[in-house]
Each structure stands twice: as C-alpha cells, then as structure tokens.
C-alpha cells in the first residue's frame, strides 16, 4: 500500500489510484505537450477544453451536484475532494482551479438555491463538459473586510441590488472572478440593505451568462494558475428575475457551506503543486552532476530534500485531519480549515522556493519549468482570502467572546 492511501477508505483508494493514473496518462502529457499555452494563448482561450472533456468522462467535473441531479454522493465528501484536487493541482493549478470552482458553486447551490433552479441549472450543467460556474464577491475595494467580517454598514458591498417590478436590479462591479470569463453561470453578492451591515445586508443573486446589463470587464493576467482566467464583472442595470434571489439579506451568514469546504480546497490544491515540485525537483537532482557526482549524493542536497518531504507530509496529514473534522461536523471546523489554507499555502511556497534553489540558474528559466510551481504556489498566499486576514479570522474563532466581537470601529477595551 502506498503512503498516501493510509486512512483512506476503500471508496477513496479506489478514487486516489484513478486520479493517480489519469494525472500521469492524460494531464501531464498534455501540460507538457502545451507548456506554453499559459503565456501564448490570449486570456479567453486558455482554458484547456480537452482537458475539461476528459475530467467529465471520469465524472469528476460535476462533484458537489446533489445526486439526484445526477451527482456522485461521497460518505466524506471534504475528504474526497481534497484527495482528488491535490492530484488535479499536481498536473496544472490552474486546471484544478477551473473544476474546484464548479464543485464549491455546486455545493453551494445545493444548499442555498431552491429547487426549480437546481432542477434547471444542474441539468445544464451535467450535460454541457465545457459549463463553468463562478462566484463573485470580491471587489475593488474593501475585499477583506468583508472576509473579517467588519460587519458595519460603511463597509457594505458597493454592488448594490434593488427591487423593482418583479426584477431586481444590479448595479456594481467586482474583480478577481475565478472562471470570471466564460462561466455560464455566476453566484453574484449585492448590498439589499444599505442600514446594515454586511451580515445582515447582504444578498445573493443566481446571474446567468447573457443576462442584458451584465458585462465581462477586463481579464486579469497573474503570474500563476494562468490556465484559469480571473475576470472583472461590470454591472449596469442588470434585471435579475425575482425568482434568481438565492439568500435574501443573510447570505455571508450561509456562505459557511462554500468557505469551510473551500478552504480544505485551496490547501489540498497547494499540496498538489508542492508535490509536482517536489517530484520534478527529485528528477533534477539524480539527473544533474555537480563535483563529479549527482546533486543528490551532496549531503545538504538530500538534507534539503527531506524537509521538503517532511513539509508535504505534515501538509497532507493536516489537510485530511481539517477535511475530515469538517465532514464529521466537529464544532471548531472553522478554525482547522483556516489553518489547513494558511500553513498549507505557506510550506508549499516555501517548498517551491528550495526546489527553485535546487535547480541552481535553471530555477529561474523556463526551460525546465520549475518556475511555474513557484508562480503557482504564490497565488495561493491571496486566493480566498489573505492569510493575514485568515490569521486574525483563527483567533477570531478561537476566542469568540473577546476577538470574535469586535466588528467595527474599536469601542471597547478589555480589562
Ligand atoms: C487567484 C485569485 C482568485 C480569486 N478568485 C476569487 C473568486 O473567484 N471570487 C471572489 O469573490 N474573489 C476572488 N479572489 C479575491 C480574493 O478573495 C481577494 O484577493 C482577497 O480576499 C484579498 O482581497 P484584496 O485583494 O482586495 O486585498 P485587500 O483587502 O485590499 O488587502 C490588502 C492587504 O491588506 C491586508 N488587510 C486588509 N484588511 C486588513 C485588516 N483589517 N487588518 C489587517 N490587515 C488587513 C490584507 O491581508 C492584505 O495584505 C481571488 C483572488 C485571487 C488572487
């Protein structure tokens, strides 16, 4: 039995080896075949379809869709996705960006929209291999906040929604979209309530591609994950149909079932990219002679290399102990997913850091391509929150009745 599949079930053995074999039969050929996709192809064609068509044969492209939609129902599901995105993050972050943003928008429609849209939507969604979905919450200003929360109503969404004859009414912008260009379909959040704070004033629209009023601004172009796009959202008078309302007024206080979820993802797609890294790096040292003999047989070459492996194994323990919390219910689950993301993206970064070094000049050349994890890895420190903003929000959770009151300006002081 391999290493990893310790404390797997049978169900996740059996999904581990597939994904272990698809990674190296399929996506790792392709990422090679097409290593300069990310830097040749414009931002709107980038999005590796081929790769998009063989994820959906395998049924891994639609998890998180209930199954009587025609989903697959795992007995662990924070588990399971944390084992099948770390293999999909070894092939290319970006690609396993692309499809974990489905399954989290999955997840949440499944426990927020009601039953005519999932009937709708999740129909399209299984028939269509190329259907991506986004979430859009974030931006230009004040992105943490609301993150914290900092649940005051000056530092409500500026994308504002009113009601008006059956439609409700966008207006707004937001930036950094994961799948922002292309996405079918889009969970977008407006203020609903200027006198309160986010919390409490805050609203969540179901936005399909197309919908008049509704804009692609431009796409951002960031150094790592750049098989999947990040799109600015424009919108101007954008009518939504009533009956596209998915949480009125308390969305954040129900968006826990896509942040807890989607934080064991960020780290297990971190994980991911450490351990191609970490691979390449362990193909480069055997290869490579310096002072007659292979990199390897230096001894602080080796040394360096056990920590690298250290690092990802005490990665992977946690970040299966935080998913598993996370599907037994435990009561602190959002403190442990935090912590998976947080230590999770920062040993990986520090892992693709010595995997550079060890390529000595080639580190930095495109070439041999070990740059890329470090680019990626990078992405992670910001995505789905900063983790300065994840240290406070631990703490937060930790000490509920000192730290976890404080929302606004600071009024009080603890004796
Ligand atoms: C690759 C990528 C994909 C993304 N995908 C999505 C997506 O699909 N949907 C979506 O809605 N968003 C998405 N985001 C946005 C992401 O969640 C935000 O970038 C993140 O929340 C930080 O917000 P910001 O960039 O506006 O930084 P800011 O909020 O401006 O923060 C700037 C700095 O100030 C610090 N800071 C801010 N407030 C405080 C405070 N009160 N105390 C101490 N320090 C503070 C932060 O830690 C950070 O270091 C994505 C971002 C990236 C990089």
């Given at each position: 039995m391999k290493m990893q599949m310790v404390g797997l079930s049978e169900e996740q053995r059996l999904i581990w080896q597939t994904?272990?074999?698809?990674?190296?039969?399929?996506?790792?050929?392709y990422?090679?075949?097409?290593?300069?996709?990310?830097?040749?192809?414009?931002?709107?064609?980038?999005?590796?379809?081929?790769?998009?068509?063989?994820?959906?044969?395998?049924?891994?492209?639609?998890?998180g869709v209930p199954e009587k939609y025609g989903g697959i129902r795992f007995?662990?599901?924070?588990?399971?996705?944390?084992?099948i995105a770390e293999e999909l993050a070894r092939g290319d972050s970006g690609f396993a960006d692309i499809v974990c943003q489905n399954w989290k928008v999955s997840v949440l429609l499944s426990a927020c929209a009601p039953q005519h849209l999932q009937a709708e939507w999740f129909d399209r969604?299984?028939?269509?291999?190329?259907?991506?979905?986004?979430?859009?919450?974030?931006?230009?200003?004040?992105?943490?906040?609301?993150?914290?929360?900092?649940?005051?109503?000056?530092?409500?969404?500026?994308?504002?929604?009113?009601?008006?004859?059956?439609?409700?009414?966008?207006?707004?912008?937001?930036?950094?979209?994961?799948?922002?260009?292309?996405?079918?379909?889009?969970?977008?959040?407006?203020n609903t309530n200027p006198n309160a704070g986010i919390m409490d004033g805050t609203s969540s629209f179901l936005v399909p591609q197309g919908t008049p009023g509704f804009f692609i601004g431009s796409i951002h172009e960031k150094m790592g994950s750049r098989l999947m796009n990040n799109a600015e959202l424009v919108f101007e008078d954008?009518?939504?149909?009533?009956?596209?309302?998915?949480?009125?007024?308390?969305?954040?206080?129900?968006?826990?079932?896509?942040?807890?979820?989607?934080?064991?993802?960020?780290?297990a797609k971190a994980?991911?990219?450490?351990?191609?890294?970490?691979?390449?790096?362990?193909?480069?040292?055997?290869?490579?002679?310096?002072?007659?003999?292979?990199?390897?047989?230096?001894?602080?070459?080796?040394?360096a290399l056990a920590d690298m492996a250290i690092k990802l194994e005490t990665v992977r323990a946690f970040t299966r102990y935080a998913a598993r919390a996370l599907d037994e219910g435990a009561e602190d689950t959002d403190q442990l997913c935090l912590m998976a993301k947080v230590y999770s993206s920062?040993?990986?970064?520090?892992?693709?850091?010595?995997?550079?070094?060890?390529?000595?000049?080639?580190?930095?050349m495109r070439e041999v391509g070990i740059e890329r994890h470090f680019r990626d890895a990078a992405i992670f420190l910001h995505m789905d929150g900063t983790n300065d903003i994840h240290r406070f929000k631990i703490?937060?959770?930790?000490?509920?009745?000192?730290?976890?009151?404080?929302?606004?300006?600071e009024l009080v002081t603890v004796s």
């Open positions: 994904c272990r074999e698809f990674l190296d039969e399929v996506v790792l050929p990422i090679r075949q097409n290593r300069d996709r990310e830097w040749l192809a414009p931002p709107q064609e980038r999005t590796p379809v081929e790769l998009l068509h063989a994820v959906d044969q395998l049924g891994l492209r639609t998890l007995d662990a599901q924070a588990q399971t996705f944390a084992i969604f299984m028939e269509d291999p190329t259907f991506l979905m986004a979430h859009a919450l974030t931006e230009p200003r004040g992105a943490s906040d609301r993150w914290l929360p900092y649940n005051v109503p000056e530092a409500g969404m500026h994308t504002r929604a009113t009601y008006k004859d059956g439609y409700w009414i966008l207006n707004g912008r937001k930036q950094f979209i994961s799948n922002g260009y292309g996405a079918k379909l889009y969970v977008v959040y407006a954008c009518r939504i149909p009533e009956d596209h309302l998915l949480v009125k007024d308390v969305a954040l206080r129900q968006a826990g079932v896509y942040f807890r979820p989607g934080k064991i993802l960020q780290a994980l991911g990219v450490g351990v191609a890294a970490f691979e390449d790096t362990v193909t480069y040292v055997q290869q490579h002679v310096q002072g007659g003999r292979p990199l390897i047989k230096h001894q602080i070459v080796a040394a920062e040993a990986v970064f520090d892992i693709c850091r010595r995997a550079m070094e060890l390529h000595g000049g080639m580190g930095v703490i937060k959770a930790m000490f509920a009745e000192t730290a976890g009151t404080y929302a606004g300006p």
